[in-house]
Structures are given as structure tokens and as C-alpha cells.
């Protein structure tokens, strides 16, 4: 799977939105981009993913550049609830071998101040 | 709709002990997949687990193990537990092995003295 890089951490203001960017620019044209979330002492979360055209669910929308190099999960209005570890994944499907291994980088901490 | 759970939540073993925990993935979900959490080394990737099959396994040694049963319950066991295998045990279950999709249980976290 192709590695990812995200800021360590990042500071958001409560009911602003917050953009969380990550860069895959070794993605190949079979993996997706899958955000996940932990927050503090659970479970990562699973938020959102997509292939190129952007997506948007009650949590979160995915913006995808064109060249997939790079991508954006928009929080739209962060609440305190929000702050946690966010992981941006790049993995392929639809490949037998890949079965449901996710490789975490160290994600970006999100601290969502009142 | 019950998440996934884990057993026991919280455990605290010696070097040179084993250890087995156990998971229930949701209901209807075949695929059970294990992740070791540490400050260190993050989220790592253990074994995954589907039709009582291991179709995946993560670079650990041979003293971590798990196998899964036909309700598609799972367990993992530690053999001679060492410091270092001190972290938080997750597991997640999704409906099929080819998903990236995947819903975790809170953990279950062990401490090796």
C-alpha cells in the first residue's frame, strides 16, 4: 500500500471547519483513501473513503485532487467531540491479497478548542 | 445493534505468562481482523481471520496466534509474554475480507510485568 504523510497534529476552533490534508503522491490507480479516526482510550473509527471523485457522508466530505496525489477530509462544523487522531490509508481493494490489512501512520492530532 | 466486543477489557500478566483474548465481531460480519497499538510502533497489523481461515498475517513472531471459530468469534493468544507486548489488542470485524471498512471494538489492554 502507498505510504501517506500528515501533519502531526493541527488546532481547530469549535464550530469552525476543520481541513485535514494528506499527501499520497505514490498512490497507484487501484487504491483508495480511507480516513479513519481514534478517539482518545477507542477504537479507530471509520469515517469516509473514495477512488477519485470526492465523497461526503454525515461525517465528513473527502475532497480528492485530480492527480490523487493529495487529499483533504473536511470536517464541516468541528465540535469538541472531534478532537482525536485522524489516519489517512491508502489501500487497495478488489485485489485478494490485500483482505482487510490496514496500514496507520501516525495520523494527525486534532485538538478542537472551544 | 451490538458493536464488536472484546474480553477482557483491561489485564495485567508476568514475563513468560501467555494470554488469550477474545473477540465477538458484529452480528452477520465474517471477517475478523487483530491490530497491537503501542506508543512506539502505533496501529500494527497483526493476523485477519475469515471462515475460520487465516488469510493474512503482520510481521510478528510465531508467538502470537489466533484462530477463528464457526460463529466467526475470534481469540488471539500470547505465549511467553514479554515487556514489549504491553499495548492495546484491537480487533475489528467487517461483513466480508475485502473491505476497507472496518468497525474496531474499544480494545482490550494488557500490561506485562
Known amino acids: 500500500d502507498a505510504k501517506t504523510t500528515q501533519p502531526p497534529s493541527m488546532d481547530c476552533a469549535e464550530g469552525r471547519a476543520a481541513n485535514l490534508p494528506c499527501n499520497h503522491s505514490?498512490?497507484?490507480?487501484?487504491?483508495?483513501v480511507y480516513w479513519y479516526r481514534q478517539i482518545h482510550s477507542q477504537g479507530p473509527q471509520y469515517i469516509i473513503h473514495?477512488?477519485?471523485n470526492n465523497e461526503t457522508n454525515e461525517m465528513a466530505s473527502l475532497i480528492i485532487t485530480e492527480d490523487r496525489k493529495s487529499s483533504t477530509l473536511i470536517l464541516p462544523h468541528a465540535t469538541l467531540r472531534d478532537t482525536a487522531v485522524y489516519y489517512c490509508i491508502v489501500r487497495a481493494i478488489l485485489i485478494k491479497a490485500a483482505g482487510n490489512k490496514l496500514t496507520f501512520g501516525g495520523g494527525t492530532r486534532v485538538l478542537v478548542k472551544p | 445493534k451490538a458493536g464488536v466486543t472484546q474480553t477482557p477489557r483491561y489485564l495485567i500478566k508476568t514475563r513468560g505468562q501467555q494470554v488469550t483474548l477474545s473477540c465477538s465481531p458484529i452480528s452477520g460480519h465474517r471477517s475478523v481482523s487483530w491490530y497491537q497499538q503501542t506508543p512506539g510502533q502505533g496501529l500494527q497489523f497483526l493476523f485477519e481471520y475469515f471462515s475460520e481461515t487465516q488469510r493474512n498475517k503482520g510481521n510478528f513472531p510465531g508467538r502470537f496466534s489466533g484462530r477463528q471459530f464457526s460463529n466467526s468469534r475470534s481469540e488471539m493468544n500470547v505465549s511467553t509474554l514479554e515487556l514489549g507486548d504491553s499495548a492495546l489488542y484491537l480487533c475489528?470485524?467487517?461483513?466480508?475480507?475485502?473491505?476497507?471498512?472496518?468497525?474496531f471494538g474499544e480494545g482490550s489492554r494488557l500490561t506485562v510485568l
Open positions: 473514495g477512488l477519485k
Open positions: 475489528a470485524s467487517s461483513w466480508t475480507p475485502n473491505t476497507g471498512e472496518l468497525f
Open positions: 505514490t498512490i497507484s490507480g487501484n487504491e483508495y
